[in-house]
């Protein structure tokens, strides 16, 4: 289909009731779920879709960053809107400890992280309960947006005891395999996930709606002697990630 039959007043009017930036945004998800508008491809300019539509361009620009903001579109400076790649949802075993790095690694996905905070302070009332930490330790904080194939997967707030990692600008990729240099790699861990909807910053960062479904997980490390080593707080993206567990039956 081209641009001009997608683009038309009859379509906007076809997409039911409601708001006209919400009927051209689901015009525009039905043509990107559909494969009318294919990943890579580049929309009309706003004014082009404005007057296919007969819309004003505050009606398309709003239909346009609702889009921009759930990562469907993608916005290139002097170039022009283009469809987002789509997001391959991945698996990730719930019986394995391992680092994202070499989670991904094993997928055939490259992966990389955006740093949004590496420092050395004082632990919360809750890094100290769960750490076991004492008035004047420390922690070190390392909170990094998780990427694959350059699409945003996680946010990642991790909290390890200071004197295990005492400058945590020093980790350029793998945390384990920097608390392994220092002989504090952990060996076991429990996790406890939870479903929640992302906030505003959260959403911004992931590139997704605010309000959009999440996984919410608490990590707890164990080195082999027992003593917990880290404390980390993440957010999965809802629509990218699957957990999956292997069960079996007790024998009797």
């Known amino acids: 289909m081209t641009a001009p039959g997608l683009f038309s007043a009859d379509r906007v009017a076809a997409m039911g009731s ?42 398309v620009r709003r239909a346009v960053d609702d889009l921009v903001k759930q990562g469907r579109l993608i916005r290139r400076h002097g170039s022009g809107t283009f469809v987002a790649p789509s997001v391959s949802r991945v698996e990730q075993s719930l019986s394995l400890l391992t680092s994202f790095t070499e989670d991904m690694a094993r997928r055939g996905l490259t992966s990389r992280s955006e740093w949004l905070e590496r420092i050395v302070a004082a632990p919360s009332p809750d890094e100290m309960m769960v750490l076991g930490l004492s008035m004047g330790d420390t922690v070190a904080r390392l909170e990094r947006l998780r990427i694959a194939d350059d699409v945003p997967m996680a946010i990642e707030r991790a909290s390890i005891i200071g004197s295990f990692l005492p400058d945590p600008a020093s980790v350029t990729d793998s945390l384990y395999d920097a608390l392994g240099k220092r002989s504090a790699r952990p060996c076991r861990a429990t996790q406890r996930i939870s479903a929640r909807n992302v906030d505003e910053r959260e959403a911004s960062l992931l590139k997704v709606a605010p309000g959009e479904a999440a996984l919410y997980i608490e990590r707890v490390s164990y080195l082999p002697n027992g003593r917990v080593i880290e404390f980390t707080r993440s957010v999965y993206r809802g629509d990218a990630y699957d957990f999956v567990a292997e069960l079996k039956i007790p024998e009797r």
Request: without cysteine; charged residues 35%.
């Open 18 to 59: 409601g708001p006209l930036y919400l009927r051209l945004r689901r015009l525009l998800e039905d043509a990107i779920a559909g494969g009318i508008l294919r990943e890579g491809e580049a929309l009309p300019t706003e004014r082009d879709i404005a007057e296919l539509t007969e819309l004003s361009r505050v009606t």
